[in-house]
């Protein structure tokens, strides 16, 4: 933030993801119909052997007592003695856990998912002095996530084929969609999710068309319809989400009527977390072709905040699920900006988008959830959502146009409230998580 430029109260919480040379996107496009090098994960199902999946399960403990006994140095050395202890110092504790008997056994895995569990630690606590997550915690062996990360020490990648650390036979990966021409991966996390599928993400590098695109489309989330565009379109659920979403709601019931730790409670416990999986992969699978799409098309994409919306909670599954679906939203969206140089605009909500006639201005009466569309003044007819959708494009444009805190005065700027600031931030091609 600028000091001094705004003088009004801040708002909540807006990111601005504008490329720096969004400025420019009115000069001739062959200027800048450039490519851009990033980096990119892919990922694929694999089928390990029975040795491998024997390996793999014992790196996965490994690594989480790493991280936990290294978390506990570190939180330790911080609350008794006021000691900083950083990557360097718990590589240090690691070398020297290895050659003590207890704990030999740590040799019998590769090295490296262990050095990498300690820099995830690393980052974990910077992210902590960062302000922007909480205190790192233990890693659970019901509830973490089971994987394990190397780099290129620490696997062989040949003629398309990836041999892992301590194995001797290639992964039997499904190459469900080719991997860019040429990659070599410089990175690859295997992991295995609750429904005990074995994944391997490749990170590789790719080479991303920047053509600029024309179009602008602001977005609003809804539960009726997943999302509403400015454009007028409504954009539902996957198909078989509803059925899914009922299947998991009995498979819950189930295992909630079962022993905790018995075997039957185990098996209806792997139902469900089948059931979540087939949810989530159909609701990636979704997400993804539609952002895709939405970059293609268009230059800036404006989306809400939803943090202020979910002050009012509604703990209905129904409810979870898609708030889910709209995080994920958010995050292919900010990566697939960065890669096509787009700019995302993050605007926070605080104005009645959807009763703010977009035609006029005015402000209609707060109307009741079930009113799908309503008349103005004006005589102008708006589905409540799409009305919704188009504020939220004309408030992001403004943040565009005008910069943090100026923007044309609307009726609800007489709240006194800032309704935009602008953290204009270059969206780097970050890693997606896929
Ligand atoms: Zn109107």
Redesign the pocket.
């Known amino acids: 933030m600028g000091q001094g430029r705004e003088t009004r109260p801040q708002p909540r919480r807006i990111g601005v993801y504008a490329r720096v040379t969004a400025r420019f996107i009115n000069k001739p496009a062959r200027l800048w119909a450039v490519s851009r090098a990033v980096k990119r994960a892919f990922k694929y199902r694999f089928y390990p052997s029975p040795a491998q999946a024997a390996e793999l399960a014992r790196t996965f403990g490994c690594v989480r007592l790493v991280y936990n006994m290294a978390l506990q140095a570190r939180t330790e050395a911080w609350t008794l003695r006021e000691e900083r202890v950083g990557y360097n110092a718990t590589s240090a504790m690691l070398t020297a856990w290895k050659q003590t008997d207890d704990l030999a056994f740590l040799n019998e895995v590769s090295s490296v998912p262990l050095q990498q569990a300690l820099r995830h630690l690393q980052a974990a606590f910077t992210n902590f002095w960062a302000k922007s997550a909480k205190y790192p915690t233990f890693k659970s062996k019901k509830r973490s996530r089971r994987s394990a990360e190397y780099t290129t020490s620490a696997f062989r990648w040949r003629d398309g084929r990836l041999t892992l650390a301590k194995m001797a036979e290639p992964l039997d990966i499904v190459w469900s969609r080719p991997l860019p021409e040429g990659a070599s991966p410089s990175t690859v996390t295997v992991s295995q999710d609750a429904a005990g599928r074995w994944f391997v993400s490749l990170l590789c590098d790719d080479v991303i068309d920047q053509t600029p695109a024309t179009g602008a489309v602001g977005i609003d989330a809804g539960l009726d319809s997943l999302l509403t565009l400015s454009t007028g379109e409504k954009i539902t659920n996957p198909r078989h989400e509803r059925a899914d979403r009922a299947r998991l709601a009995r498979a819950q019931r189930n295992l909630a009527r079962k022993e905790q730790g018995s075997v039957n409670w185990a098996k209806a416990r792997l139902q469900v977390a089948r059931v979540h999986a087939r949810i989530t992969d159909r609701r990636r699978d979704h997400l993804n072709k539609l952002t895709t799409r939405l970059v293609r098309e268009n230059q800036t994409i404006v989306i809400e905040d939803l943090t202020v919306r979910n002050m009012v909670t509604n703990h209905s599954l129904a409810r979870a699920i898609s708030d889910a679906a709209w995080r994920q939203l958010r995050t292919m969206l900010e990566y697939k900006a960065g890669w096509h140089g787009r700019n995302l605009v993050v605007v926070d909500r605080w104005f009645p988008s959807s009763r703010l006639?977009s035609?006029?201005g005015?402000l209609a009466e707060p109307m009741p959830l079930h009113m799908r569309s309503w008349t103005?003044?004006?005589g102008?007819t708006h589905d409540r959502d799409v009305n919704a959708a188009r504020n939220i494009l004309a408030e992001g444009l403004s943040v565009i146009a005008c910069g943090g805190g100026v923007r044309p005065q609307r009726e609800s700027s007489r709240t006194g409230q800032s309704s935009v600031k602008q953290e204009t931030q270059r969206a780097t091609a970050g890693t997606p998580r896929l």
Do not use: E, P, T
């Open positions: 006639c035609v006029c005015a103005c003044r004006c102008q």
